[in-house]
T-cell receptor
Framework: AQKVTQAQTEISVVEKEDVTLDCVYE???????LFWYKQPPSGELVFLIR??????QNEISGRYSWNFQKSTSSFNFTITASQVVDSAVYFC??????????FGAGTRLTVKP | DSGVTQTPKHLITATGQRVTLRCSPR?????VYWYQQSLDQGLQFLIQ???????AKGNILERFSAQQFPDLHSELNLSSLELGDSALYFC?????????????FGPGTRLTVT
């Protein structure tokens, strides 16, 4: 069965701390895509990254980085030097090629000044 | 701004009623998706259309239906509404359907059923 687990329901950090959001997925598919989305207090879902199952290279985009480890079915997201504007709910999602996208339950990140 | 528009932003209606939610995808996107976000169920995929044709169905109730028009805008119809249908309904669009590309989400329609 296809399932995405974000075990951390809520995380609270102080500004400038680094924080890692965990994502573990279950799938029988060999080809699939992984995503992270951010949902700020305004409510809209904002796309952050897309990664296919054959590309295990880590990615860095500014203060954001992603670590994909197929061996452990994990796709973790790290924010370096967090800022108050990073406060949001973050969703990890998995999308097999011939199935629909499944989201994790989300992790609410609060960054305090 | 994702480029996906949804109307209305808020909707308050009574049980038993029928409502229509509207979505316009980003320019050039052929695929439209509908999602429901509620506190107990999280983000659930409802249905997908690609260039006017239904492509995939998720956890969509029989009381709900959708369509995508020739101009690519989409409507989600919710009928015989129940209290449990109160949720945030998102529309998303992507360039193509296969392989899965990033989906760009609209601001959502908050539906309250009283």
């Amino acid at each position: 069965a296809q399932k995405v687990t974000q075990a951390q329901t809520e995380i609270s950090v102080v500004e400038k701390e680094d924080v890692t959001l965990d994502c573990v997925y279950e799938t029988r598919d060999t080809t699939y895509y992984l995503f992270w989305y951010k949902q700020p207090p305004s409510g809209e879902l904002v796309f952050l990254i897309r990664r296919n199952s054959f590309d295990e290279q880590n990615e860095i985009s500014g203060r954001y980085s992603w670590n994909f480890q197929k061996s452990t079915s994990s796709f973790n997201f790290t924010i370096t030097a967090s800022q108050v504007v990073d406060s949001a709910v973050y969703f990890c999602a998995q999308h097999p090629v011939y199935n629909d996208m499944r989201f994790g339950a989300g992790t609410r990140l609060t960054v305090k000044p | 701004d994702s480029g996906v528009t949804q109307t209305p932003k808020h909707l308050i209606t009574a049980t038993g009623q029928r409502v229509t939610l509207r979505c316009s995808p980003r320019s050039g996107d052929l695929s439209v998706y509908w999602y429901q976000q509620s506190l107990d169920q999280g983000l659930q995929f409802l249905i997908q259309y690609y260039n006017g044709e239904e492509r995939a169905k998720g956890n969509i109730l029989e009381r709900f239906s959708a369509q995508q028009f020739p101009d690519l805008h989409s409507e989600l119809n919710l009928s015989s509404l129940e209290l449990g249908d109160s949720a945030l309904y998102f529309c998303a669009s992507s360039v193509v359907s296969d392989p899965p590309y990033e989906q760009y989400f609209g601001p959502g329609t908050r539906l309250t059923v009283t």
